[in-house]
């Protein structure tokens, strides 16, 4: 008997993603093409069971992770989930990192070669995916960037801790600093991906790739595995939960809700108004000043110190 047994791929009846094994390989696509196949919470979920079943599966030799459709492998979290639960209710957000991250610790610890397979747009927490992969294929439409920096947040899941060791320092500063694109053939020349394809040949490419890593001998391949993953295991471990807490604090604050605003909005960033707040003496952590006012007249406590009035009662302050 095999332990634990092999669980057929119709028995976990996913919503979000597409999971197949045939042939010693697991592919696992993440199946939202109509939101640019963005990461919700029950996506998270789901790619972290199929992972953990790949792992276990004597069969599923190598794993492939992919996208659905040609416009895009991953564009990271779903900001319409974000906007709807995290800014009224941080603490929601600790839950939903401690998805994300407990996605990653069952890819990298996989125990098998990953191959990411970039069909499109790679960005913010898709790149963390793309490089949490072994190697990566991309099609040479495919452009990769990060958007922390630019829409309120901090790629702690992977990118600050990884693209340093892949790409170098200075390069992964410009990445996560200025948040520009990185087209197909300049990731291929900094590291960020093994090979760049016509979008036509990249399934053959990725047949190929995966064909010779099926050709290697398993206990040999899964402990390299473990030696190389050292230092990204290292990096991780020492730093992912403590961005969790910390972007968990983060995410009910003016600059995520301003990035959330201007991507509704279609518009641009406000970014020199909380500057400017800032050196005017303001206080920019707050949108409307601390919460240090209170109502004499209905004794409602907490209000912020830029309100002229009650917000309960209407009174003047």
Known sequence: MVYPPAQPVESFAFERIRYEKAAWRATVTINRPEVLNCLDFQTLRELSRAFEDASWDD???????????????????????????????????WKWMGAFIDTHYRLLNIGKPTIARLNGLVVGGGNEFNIACDLAIAADHVTIRQVGTARGS????????????????????????????????????????????????????????????????????????????????????????????????????????????????KRPVDYLGLRRRAAEGGSPEFLWGPPRRDCAACGAKGIPEAFRFCGNCGATL
């Open 154 to 265: 901090v790629a702690a899941g992977g990118a600050t801790q990884w693209l340093p060791l892949m790409v170098g320092d200075r390069r992964a500063r410009q990445m996560l600093w200025l948040c520009e694109e990185i087209d197909a053939s300049q990731a291929l020349q900094w590291g960020l991906v093994n090979q760049v394809v016509p979008y036509a040949e990249l399934d053959a490419a990725v047949d190929a790739m995966a064909g010779k890593l099926i050709e290697k001998l398993p206990e040999c391949m899964r402990y390299t595995k473990q030696q190389t993953n050292f230092w990204r295991d290292f990096s991780f471990h020492l730093t992912a939960g403590h961005a969790r807490d910390w972007l968990s604090l983060h995410s009910g604050s003016p600059e995520v809700y301003e990035g959330f605003q201007a991507f509704r909005g």
């Open 59 to 93: 069969a599923v030799a190598v794993v492939v992770l992919t996208g659905a459709g040609d416009r895009a492998f991953s564009t990271g979290a779903d900001l319409k989930e974000q906007e709807e639960y995290f800014l009224t209710r941080p603490r929601d957000y």
